[in-house]
């Protein structure tokens, strides 16, 4: 894509993004359709018996098949990785079709090829997935209304609903590719190529959370046990369990690395936000919390039902 207007590209070129594909997560395919501008279609592993929402095309591939993954991609404009993080690291790789282990290097190979480009949505951890994720990820451990807090539990980190990323990403390829020309000065796709889009639903700490918390459920600071624990200490505990072969330890290890006190977590000061600029809306904390507290109740446990 080395034009940088849409009067310079090949002639059928068209400037806005209709068809979208890829390992297509639920809240993202949904607000793609919501638009009305995109044909989504949503790579499944062959033999899955995953339910997609009405209106994505299904297309069953062979991950170890790279003519399958050709196939499944040809035409479409815009691939989305919505990968769980427990995924085998080589899924990633084969889908966008390098052999390097680390992301950078992938984006970096990306690149040279002068064919494709890459975006990435920073959104930090999903609010509600997180909050009952368990003890090793937001500190709640619900059952037995016990709360571990990170050092003091003050630490601010950026936060997204899952409805959030939805908006962000629909939003996103809704724009048009490319300026018409030098004197176009709209928001285009193009503005973001090769570049992270950083967005959030809130800074919070969770001090924030458990506030929220005992409004939305009318529980009492006195009904909970308070735990205290270093960052740093938790870290490494997790990372231990993880040698251990206990994938918990990741799920520790992962959260506890973002609350570190140094402000690595809030990227919001760091990189500002594209949440206006996208026409993202405010979000209220404690409605995000209540679907939450839905989600305990309802049993849900993302190993088991990840919805």
Sequence with gaps: MASNYAKNQPPGFTNQIRRAGG????????????TGKHTVTALTRAGSQSELPEGIQPVHVNYDDEASL????????????????????????????????????????????GVSSWIALICGFWYEHSVVLGQE???????????????????????????????????????????????????????????????????????????????????EGDDWTIEYEPTGERYQKGLERLKKGDLRGFVQAMYSRVFFPNGDGDFEHKHGLANSILGLPTEDLDEQTKNAKDMVDRGYSYMTNRN
Aim: aromatic share 10%; glycine share 4%.
């Design 137 to 219: 990820a937001f500190g709640f451990n619900f059952p037995e209304k016990k709360l571990t807090l990170y050092d003091d539990g003050n630490t601010k980190i950026n936060i997204s609903t899952q409805v959030q990323c939805g908006r962000a990403v629909a939003t996103l390829l809704s724009l048009k590719v490319f300026p018409e020309n030098e004197h176009d000065q709209s928001l285009t796709v193009s503005s973001w190529l090769n570049k992270p889009v950083y967005i959030s639903s809130f800074l919070l700490s969770q001090n924030d959370m458990f506030e929220s918390w005992k409004r939305v459920t009318g529980d």
């Design 23 to 34: 390992s297509v997560g639920k809240h993202i395919a949904q607000e793609l359709l919501k």
């Design 70 to 113: 050709v196939s499944a991609l040809e035409d479409q404009e815009f691939l989305i990785i919505t990968l769980s993080v427990m995924a085998p690291p080589e899924t990633q790789l084969k889908l966008v079709g390098l052999n390097w282990e680390r992301i950078r290097a992938a984006f970096d190979e990306i690149e040279k090829t």
